[in-house]
Nanobody, 120 residues
Framework: QVQLVESGGGLVQPGGSLRLSCAAS????????MGWYRQAPGKQRELVAT?????????NYIDSAKGRFTISRDNAKNTVYLQMNSLQPEDTAVYYC????????????WGQGTQVTVSS
């Protein structure tokens, strides 16, 4: 059974940092494009960052995350990370991890989410 388990969320003050992790199991992790999405209360889920399969040579970020967030992957640990710096209250949301096979698009999985709250 495929599982994506996020961790690392929490409460942080504006300007602070958090590192989210998403550990995958029961998939060939290196074959999956990975992404972080977020959903704030009353809003639609939005893409935050993506990283390509394999060595993750290509990354993509929502404009508001550029220069503040960094997505990375460790295929040996079947884990994708999201380093978030200079956090702002508008970053408050539930953050979800997504895995999609690079070739078989229907092989798509979501994690359960981790709450990030930015508040003083």
């Amino acid at each position: 059974q495929v599982q994506l388990v996020e961790s690392g969320g929490g409460l942080v003050q504006p300007g602070g940092s958090l590192r989210l992790s998403c550990a995958a199991s029961a998939i060939t992790f290196s074959s999956y494009n990975m992404g972080w999405y977020r959903q704030a209360p009353g809003k639609q889920r939005e893409l935050v960052a993506t990283i390509t399969s394999g060595s993750g040579t290509s990354t993509n970020y929502i404009d508001s995350a550029k220069g503040r967030f960094t997505i990375s992957r460790d295929n040996a640990k079947n884990t994708v990370y999201l380093q978030m710096n200079s956090l702002q209250p508008e970053d408050t949301a539930v953050y979800y991890c997504r895995a999609q096979h690079w070739m078989i698009s229907k092989n798509l999985y979501w994690g359960q989410g981790t709450q990030v709250t930015v508040s003083s």
